[in-house]
């Protein structure tokens, strides 16, 4: 199974969910918000094998990213896979919408001739990250929790682009209008935990089983079936690793 966004160091316990990741065969992309997240994540996180951890600058953090970007150029090479980064252009983060841009811009030149596996944020600004990211020449990518318009949609796809989707999104009309626009070749699972949830509790990795069944029945096929297709999306994406 394949959570390919969760925010391992932002659990009470992200020790114990990373463990319970590793132990159940389950390769997590363990996005962070901050190099200075990364940093003290990575010794922890480098034995396990199952655990991808991601360098990341969240949007949201904008305010932040001035003071960090000498590590995220540092430490671009310890890791192949970058996230949390992208842009936010909602009424909470509009304030530092130049600043994010700026940030974003940095990353993507930092990026240049790495390939790199990367998850992406892009609430309100989904057109922009497209540009941006056409601009560097840069795919295929990863969006995360895309909640942009529909139209866009078809113009990310032939650019390459994945998109992993969580139980809020099957939970939810928006959500579910956006996963039947996506081939299934194109579609990821994640968990966005702790974000997310499962009843009342946070979603944790070994939740993603339950997000394959409901990915399942909305592509009428088999979970085992669905699972493989995640499977090979995932490999097909890390291909680029090797390029």
Same mark, same amino acid.
């Given at each position: 199974m394949i959570d390919a966004h969760c925010h391992i160091d932002l659990y009470p316990n992200p020790s114990e969910i990373a463990t319970r990741a590793e132990r159940a065969g389950i390769t997590t992309l363990a996005v962070t918000n901050l190099p200075s997240s990364f940093k003290k994540a990575f010794p922890f996180i480098r034995p396990m094998r199952r655990i991808r951890l991601a360098l990341g600058m969240h949007p949201l953090l904008a305010l932040e990213h001035s003071r960090e #970007?000498?590590?995220?150029?540092?430490?671009?090479?310890?890791? $192949?896979? !970058?996230? =949390?980064?992208? @842009?936010?252009f909602s009424l909470a983060a509009r304030s530092t919408k130049k600043i994010q841009m700026e940030s974003f811009q940095f990353i993507l030149d930092s990026l240049q001739g790495k390939p790199k596996v990367i998850s992406l944020h892009s609430r309100q600004a989904e057109s922009t990250v497209l540009d941006m990211l056409e601009a560097a020449g840069r795919s295929p990518v990863v969006f995360h929790w895309y909640s942009g318009p529909l139209?866009?949609? =078809?113009?990310?796809?032939?650019?390459?682009?994945?998109? $992993? +989707?969580? @139980?809020?999104? +099957?939970?939810? @009309? #928006? %959500? &579910? &209008?956006? !996963?039947? /626009? @996506? *081939?299934?070749?194109?579609?990821?699972? /994640?968990t966005d935990?702790?974000?997310?949830? +499962? %009843?009342?509790? *946070?979603?944790? *990795?070994?939740? !993603? %089983?339950?997000?394959e069944g409901?990915?399942?029945? !909305?592509? &009428? +096929?088999?979970?085992? =079936?669905?699972s493989k297709t995640i499977q090979e999306n995932f490999s097909a994406l890390i291909a680029i690793l090797k390029s």
């Open positions: #970007r000498k590590a995220f150029a540092y430490l671009i090479d310890k890791t $192949s896979y !970058i996230g =949390e980064v992208g @842009l936010d139209t866009l949609l =078809e113009r990310a796809l032939a650019s390459g682009h994945y998109f $992993s +989707v969580n @139980l809020a999104m +099957v939970n939810s @009309l #928006r %959500g &579910q &209008q956006v !996963i039947s /626009e @996506l *081939p299934p070749n194109r579609v990821l699972t /994640e935990g702790p974000f997310t949830k +499962v %009843g009342h509790r *946070p979603a944790c *990795p070994e939740d !993603i %089983g339950l997000l409901k990915l399942a029945a !909305i592509w &009428q +096929v088999g979970r085992d =079936e669905a």
